[in-house]
């Protein structure tokens, strides 16, 4: 299957804030790029769904991002620590404060 991905990603672990409609929740990032995050999370939103996230950066200020869930994955319990079960968040509005950090990472 050919990689349609636009952009490299990086893989780093941060906290992140999950707000969808009806529920607010934690997980991880997993990997990121410019234009989405894929985030580990116990709690998976449904494809299409909106989401207001709040990243944590390591220097203590946190980033508000806007996106919609652009596809999910829950991995089998027996392969649960090997493959991380989350969802990736197309970012549709990000600040420049994100593209500033990401250039960093």
Do not use: C, N, Q
């Not at 994955?73 to 593209?99: H, K």
């Amino acid at each position: 299957m050919a990689d349609k991905r636009r952009h490299s990603r990086k893989k780093r672990r941060f906290l992140i804030e999950i707000e969808t409609p009806g529920a607010i929740s934690t997980g991880f990032t997993y990997d990121l790029s410019p234009d989405s995050i894929f985030i580990r999370s116990i709690r998976i939103p449904l494809p299409g769904s909106p989401v207001t996230a709040r990243l944590s950066l390591p220097d203590g200020k946190r980033v508000a991002l806007r996106g919609k869930v652009l596809r999910t994955y829950r991995a089998p319990i027996a392969m649960s620590r090997l493959v991380p079960s989350g969802f990736s968040l197309r970012l549709a509005e990000a600040p420049e404060d994100y593209g500033h950090f990401f250039a960093t990472l």
